[in-house]
T-cell receptor, first 115, second 116 residues
Framework: SAVISQKPSRDICQRGTSLTIQCQVD?????MFWYRQQPGQSLTLIAT?????????ESGFVIDKFPISRPNLTFSTLTVSNMSPEDSSIYLC????????????FGSGTRLTVV | AQTVTQSQPEMSVQEAETVTLSCTYD???????LFWYKQPPSRQMILVIR??????QNATENRFSVNFQKAAKSFSLKISDSQLGDTAMYFC?????????????FGTGTRLTIIP
């Protein structure tokens, strides 16, 4: 199965600043996704990262707040912009497709605290 | 829109016993996949088992098996001979097979505790 390296694993940021999270996959994958997870809760999809084109955002998430890059089939970044304490959460990237035996694989997550 | 419901927020069971986690889903699609993911305190999402909707046979992976009832839109996970390492959050997830729309929709999760 594909292996995803996600970094940073955690960060504490000042409000009003931005943080960029990176995910590197060890093989080419068609689909990559970014999720947000509040501690103890489920995963909410932020957007689908499309290679070579603009990401597809879910309702409630906008590009100005969460710009995403996908320059190739193995790498993607998510930026959390102009952060506020409400952005404190765990952010996870995912890659794969349901047709593959391993389904989707996930990065280890980034725990973000905004102070 | 697809929805996934897990009605058991928390469960606990003695080590070596069998436990069943419930999941129901709602969709108008006929081709889709269902998954169970495990998330231990380490935060890493781990695939437990995967079921293709067009397959009538229930998927099994060692101690883990599912009871897939397509007509009832039910997808429960059975863990046999439970072990301490099974303690984790378990998420049921769903996706359709339309290329370009293969995003996972997750249930709210069940926190499972295995008691020594």
């Amino acid at each position: 199965s594909a292996v995803i390296s996600q970094k940073p694993s955690r960060d504490i940021c000042q409000r009003g600043t931005s943080l960029t999270i990176q995910c590197q996959v060890d093989s080419q994958v068609t689909m990559m996704f970014w999720y947000r997870q509040q501690p103890g809760q489920s995963l909410t999809l932020i957007a689908t990262a499309n290679q070579g084109s603009e990401a597809t955002y879910e309702s409630g998430f906008v590009i100005d707040k969460f710009p995403i890059s996908r320059p190739n089939l193995t790498f993607s970044t998510l930026t959390v912009s102009n952060m506020s304490p409400e952005d404190s959460s765990i952010y996870l990237c995912s890659a794969g497709s349901p047709g593959q035996a391993y389904g989707y694989t996930f990065g280890s997550g980034t725990r973000l605290t905004v102070v | 829109a697809q929805t996934v419901t897990q009605s058991q927020p928390e469960m606990s069971v003695q080590e070596a016993e069998t436990v069943t986690l419930s999941c129901t889903y709602d969709t108008s699609e006929s081709n889709y996949y269902l998954f169970w993911y495990k998330q231990p305190p380490s935060r890493q999402m781990i695939l437990v088992i995967r079921q293709e909707a067009y397959k009538q046979q229930n998927a099994t992976e060692n101690r883990f098996s599912v009871n897939f009832q397509k007509a009832a839109k039910s997808f429960s996970l059975k863990i046999s001979d439970s072990q301490l390492g099974d303690t984790a959050m378990y998420f049921c997830a769903f996706t359709v097979t339309n290329f370009g729309n293969e995003k996972l929709t997750f249930g709210t999760g069940t926190r499972l505790t295995i008691i020594p």
